[in-house]
Nanobody, 122 residues
Framework: QVQLAESGGGLVQAGETLRLSCVAS????????MGWFRQAPGKERDFVAA????????QYAESVKGRFTISRDNAKAAVYLQMNNVKPEDTAVYYC???????????????WGQGIQVTVSS
């Protein structure tokens, strides 16, 4: 069982930087690939980024490539999403999720955080 808790969201202006954190409970965090997803009002939950168990493999949605960076610290049982040059279209509730395998499909992820709001003003 893995419990996830996101933090670091808030209101920022376009072009600014934000860093999301997700801390996991449980002793087997290092076993899991971790992903970030987001859901804007009235839209489906979309993939943002994912990282494998040792941090050597990553995936990104095209919309965030070059702006967002996913990383993890297994000693702290944490995964991060560094968001640079944010845009109004990045506004959404952001979720972290855990799964055994690296992937971009939300239905493959077993454990989910409660989500955190990110709002980017223009």
């Amino acid at each position: 069982q893995v419990q996830l808790a996101e933090s670091g969201g808030g209101l920022v202006q376009a072009g600014e930087t934000l860093r999301l954190s997700c801390v996991a409970s449980g002793r087997t965090f290092w076993n899991y690939a971790m992903g970030w997803f987001r859901q804007a009002p009235g839209k489906e939950r979309d993939f943002v980024a994912a990282i494998n168990w040792n941090g050597l493999g990553t995936q990104y949605a095209e919309s965030v490539k070059g702006r967002f960076t996913i990383s993890r610290d297994n000693a702290k049982a944490a995964v991060y999403l560094q968001m640079n040059n944010v845009k109004p279209e990045d506004t959404a509730v952001y979720y972290c999720a855990a799964d055994r395998n690296l992937g971009s499909q939300s239905n493959e992820y077993v454990y989910w955080g409660q989500g955190i709001q990110v709002t980017v003003s223009s």
